[in-house]
């Protein structure tokens, strides 16, 4: 069991000196330190000393714990996030603190997955601290008994992620994966998820593995529906939720699914090469009455070389902990542990159900700027059933609406927003129904280190770009 404090380092450590006086000003004793808790926020940028509220100030303070350059707007969190101050300082002193002292991590990191998971909403044994989405994704598809012929039924708006393990799962072993095709834009709901799903599903169907949401579209496709649907098949669902840590305040369990693999350094903000990775472990007949599927740990230096596992438990109670023996490979880093746990901490002392509002908050602002200027039409995200949205944004900049099919013009789009207006973001391209050709529309990531006045002027700069490159 590896021991991290998630003390903060000397940076931090005056910091931390500090917020006693923070403290002090917020509950009125003698500030000695500051004479305001704006003040305070300001000099101190640590979760802990965040002002109370929900108001500007208090995101104005959220701003103010991370580190990026302030000569960007950046918004494409989708991408890669970006670690705040203290997680930063975490990292970097632990790792000297094992490099001064030769220290070894043969940890199944167990302090660490408890608080995450505590976060998450399901249970220590449930939780992998994995290397990224696409790692989970790889141990998911490598880890199920896959036969011959045995169909996954998935979209044809997955990512490489998942696709190169289901690739892999084809070409190793003959495995079937068809796609159904998915809806772009805002005249969409989320029963037409389900009813395309169900469409699908044959004799042959083993899994049913979708990005919620999808990366493409920024569709969050509804998981528990989609759960409730494969458990009435007998599936195994598997949930590409690369965008769900530190976006979406979901409970891991209550989503009913069998697996989810997601980042930890894009939404969540942990130190780079970190994932997520849910894997339902006992059986809660409220959310998923099925039995667990047969999965191994495949890669693992934990897994006992002699006498095997018992068999995956029927009831409420594991019967081992699948999560350690996936956690506990060879030597680890007990810096990006605690930096991770950290990057946690800061989430759980905001709320993540905070975040979540006022993340969708933001794009929902954001699609509503986009259809005044644009029209609804040029929005590829789907906007007004609350069930399928999430806070990506996919749009067509351009003035001639045909323009979206230009990869060159679509690049050129991204690299102009950034060298002329000093804003990052990206574009994706993606099938769309009755379209011969790829549309490749931009997509603007919102968070929680974002003002409202950033979403406006994203707006701008773009209506201001698309009129230059009319
Ligand atoms: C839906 C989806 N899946 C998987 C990935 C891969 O993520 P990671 O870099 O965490 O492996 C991404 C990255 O953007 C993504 O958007």
């Given at each position: 069991m590896s021991k991290l404090s998630s003390r903060p380092s000397n940076v931090s450590r005056r910091g931390f000196l500090r917020f006693a006086g923070a403290g002090a000003a917020v509950t009125g004793l003698s500030a000695t330190a500051f004479s305001t808790v704006a003040e305070a926020a300001e000099q101190t940028p640590l979760a802990a000393n965040l002002p109370p509220g929900n108001d500007d100030a208090y995101w104005r303070a959220v701003e103010r714990l991370f580190t990026l350059d302030k000569r960007v707007l950046f918004m494409n969190v989708g991408t890669v996030g970006s670690p705040p101050r203290e997680v930063l300082d975490t990292v970097d002193r632990v790792h000297r603190e094992v490099a001064a002292g030769a220290q070894s991590a043969y940890s199944d990191f167990a302090d660490v997955r408890a608080l995450a998971a505590a976060g998450y909403?399901?249970?220590?044994?449930?939780?992998v601290v994995s290397h990224n989405t696409s790692d989970g994704m790889?141990?998911?598809?490598a880890g199920?008994?896959?036969?011959?012929?045995?169909e996954i039924l998935t979209?044809?708006?997955e990512h490489t992620g998942g696709n190169v393990p289901m690739a892999l799962a084809r070409d190793r072993h003959g495995v079937v994966i068809k796609r159904i095709e998915l809806p772009v834009g805002n005249d969409q709901h989320a029963e037409d998820y389900v009813a395309a799903f169900e469409r699908?599903?044959?004799?042959?169907?083993?899994?049913?593995?979708?990005?919620?949401?999808?990366?493409?579209t920024g569709t969050m496709l509804p998981i528990q529906l989609l759960a409730k649907l494969a458990q009435e098949h007998g599936l195994t669902t598997v949930v590409d939720g690369a965008h769900i840590p530190g976006m979406m305040a979901y409970n891991f369990h209550e989503l009913g699914v069998d697996f989810l693999a997601g980042s930890a350094a894009k939404w969540q903000c942990g130190p780079g090469g970190t994932g997520m990775l849910y894997i339902r472990n006992k059986v809660l007949s409220q959310y998923n009455?099925?039995?667990?599927?047969?999965?191994?740990?495949?890669?693992?230096?934990?897994?006992?070389?002699?006498?095997?596992?018992?068999p995956r438990t029927g009831g409420s109670k594991e019967s081992y902990n699948i999560a350690a023996y996936l956690q506990s490979v060879g030597n680890g880093s007990l810096a990006i542990m605690a930096g991770v746990r950290s990057a946690c901490e800061v989430w759980d002392r905001i709320g993540r159900k905070r975040i979540q509002d006022y993340v969708l908050g933001h794009s929902a602002y954001l699609k509503e700027l986009l259809a005044e200027r644009w029209g609804v039409g040029s929005l590829y995200s789907p906007k007004d059933d609350p069930r399928l949205v999430c806070a990506l944004t996919s749009f067509n900049p351009f003035r001639n609406p045909a323009d979206v099919l230009d990869h060159a013009k679509s690049d050129q789009f991204v690299a102009r927003m950034k060298d002329e207006y000093g804003i990052v973001i990206r574009n994706v391209d993606f099938p769309v129904i009755g379209s011969a050709k790829a549309h490749v529309p931009v997509r603007i990531s919102t968070h929680l280190f974002h003002q409202r006045e950033d979403v406006e002027r994203v707006v701008d700069a773009m209506w201001d770009l698309a009129g230059k490159m009319a």
């Open positions: 909403g399901c249970d220590p044994d449930e939780l790889s141990k998911i598809l199920l008994n896959l036969r011959e012929g045995d979209t044809n708006h699908a599903i044959t004799s042959r169907t083993k899994v049913m593995l979708f990005s919620a949401p999808t990366y493409k009455p099925n039995p667990l599927p047969e999965f191994w740990p495949v890669v693992s230096s934990s897994y006992p070389s002699e006498g095997g596992v018992p």
